[in-house]
């Protein structure tokens, strides 16, 4: 069985300040991760994602990503947060070669 | 490269009514995926598709179905519509198995 779990459905941060958005999978396979971002009335953007190698991932405008195995966990920071980071953000699990699972999201709002 | 093209952005039909969107992949993918997008049930997989061949198919009922051309470009198919119908629909494209998977900006359909 494979799900994701995004804690926190909502988060709220001043601009500035780091960027903290949780994951947690769970998986019998080694998965392929995802991070994706998803503004108001458009499709998903990939932000970062893991597959091999390095388990520190950089991804687009300052975000970044850890995978950690033991603790199952792939959360995504950034040092910064931007007015124009405010957007809906989705941790995914890349399985069987084709299929995504979605958490169910977390709404990041940045307070100026 | 032009990225996943959906068309229409934003529909609306009827209850029973039946409707068509479409898919056009990034040149040279072949395995297109579709996704439903709800605020109660979040991003769900609907079908992939490789080669003109459904590889994979989600936890959908029959009135949803979908269909891949030799050109690549799909159509996703919803029969006798539903107000629950009314999501999101996420296409998209990668150049095979592996986890480079690219969005489209989705179709909006709206069941009255």
């Known amino acids: 069985a494979q799900s994701v779990t995004q804690l926190g459905s909502h988060v709220s941060v001043s601009e500035g300040a780091l960027v903290l958005l949780r994951c947690n999978y769970s998986s019998s396979v080694p998965p392929y991760l995802f991070w994706y971002v998803q503004y108001p009335n458009q499709g998903l953007q990939l932000l970062l994602k893991y597959t091999t190698g390095a388990t520190l991932v950089k991804g687009i405008n300052g975000f970044e990503a850890e995978f950690k195995k033991s603790e199952t966990s792939f959360h995504l920071t950034k040092p910064s947060a931007h007015m124009s980071d405010a957007a809906e953000y989705f941790c995914a699990v890349y399985l069987n070669g084709n299929q995504f699972y979605f958490g169910t999201g977390t709404s990041l709002t940045v307070i100026p | 490269k032009a990225g996943v093209t959906q068309t229409p952005r934003y529909l609306i039909k009827t209850r029973g009514q039946q409707v068509t969107l479409s898919c056009s992949p990034i040149s040279g993918h072949r395995s297109v995926s579709w996704y439903q997008q709800t605020p109660g049930q979040g991003l769900q997989f609907l079908f992939e598709?490789?080669?003109?061949?459904?590889?994979n198919k989600g936890n959908f009922p029959g009135r949803f179905s979908g269909r891949q051309f030799s050109n690549s470009r799909s159509e996703m198919n919803v029969s006798t519509l539903e107000l629950g119908d009314s999501a999101l629909y996420l296409c998209?494209?990668?150049?095979?198995?592996?986890?480079?998977?690219?969005f489209g900006q989705g179709t909006r359909l709206t069941v009255v």
């Open positions: 998209a494209s990668s150049p095979h198995s592996e986890a480079f998977v690219f």
């Open positions: 598709y490789f080669s003109e061949t459904q590889r």
